[in-house]
């Protein structure tokens, strides 16, 4: 198999300068290229100050923390970046036309052999490798955020993507110790978005359509649909900036795949982009992640009955489609959004049944977006 010697990741941000260190410490040889020496000294000192933590923790020795900073080579200038390197993993923004961008210029200074990867989390991995001159030799490797503690990766291949390629990011994957997971058909919002960012869009719409307030949707998502917090807490932690941009970028590919909430778009044009910007859901104070203060008696108020149909008809969708199969959704949901319980033995407990009716009805009044999928449906007939 053709080997990985050196990467280059382009981007230095929070997932591109995570991407790199995790790449170190696996062992590989790092370049870190962003457009200006600001950015990736700042970049250096994040990874520095997360490898500290790990010598501090006792999980590694400071030799070891030396050879991993020593590893990543923090870099301006583009031709020089992609010298010796034979994969690129691409961490900028998520916006088509700078992708494009982007690549464009790669191209100019990439060899025969180099592997393009993206980190997109909802562009179409086929669409970005269409401005490349090897959409065969291009893959999407989306990492969750933080890198260096989230243990998934969504592999996804595009529509011309060579299989070798497939199995050698399935490999690099492993050595740098995530668990990657393939989604064989490239789908908008891939499988962990395509449950996440629907989802709080619908429970938005629950505030409107029910007396519940969102410390009770919270609370009950927490206890009742076994997420690690409250989908509005998930949504500010995640920054309402990210989810403004999947949703658009989701929505204009598949309609059916999400029911946009208006709210998303005046709190995005508010600027109220969750924790980041103080506000956002929730208000906050000070730059310290701020747990919602959520309970059982808050949860016992609303019945989320609607979130984990649409939850529930998003997976049936992705099987049903071939995208995945169940054991690998409920594996990415587990790892990439930290449910605590598979989601289709929620279902259960809640009752096909009901969340069938439940989505007949909502479909009866708010459309299509709600129609049972035809997994779902079968389910019921077991």
Known sequence: MFKINQITVLGSGIMGHGIAQISSMAGYNVILRDIEQSFLDKAMDKIKWSVNKLVEKQKINNSQAEQIINRIHPVVDLEKSLKNSNMVIEAVPEDLNLKKKVYQEIEKFATDDMIFASNTSTLPISEISAFTTRPHKFIGLHFFNPPQLMPLVEIIPGSKTNQ???????????????????????VAGFIVNRI???LVHEAAYSLDRSDAT????DSASKYKMALPMGIFELADYTGLDVIHKATNEMYS?????????????????????????GKGFYQYQGENYERVQLTEEAAAKFDPISLISVAVNNASWLISNGVCSREELEQALKLGMGLKNPLFNTAETTGIENIINTLKNLQSKYGVFYEPDKYLLSLQQK
């Not at 399935?170 to 064989?184: A, D, G, S």
């Not at 969102?214 to 949707?217: F, L």
């Open 253 to 277: 590919r598949d309609k059916k795949v999400i029911l946009p909430h208006p709210k998303i778009q005046q709190l995005y044009e508010n600027k109220e982009l969750g924790q980041k910007t």
């Open 214 to 217: 969102m410390v009770e949707v």
């Open 196 to 198: 996440f960012i629907p």
């Open 164 to 186: 070798e390629i497939t199995d050698l990011a399935i490999n690099f994957v492993q050595e740098v110790k995530k668990t990657p997971i393939v989604c064989k058909k490239d």
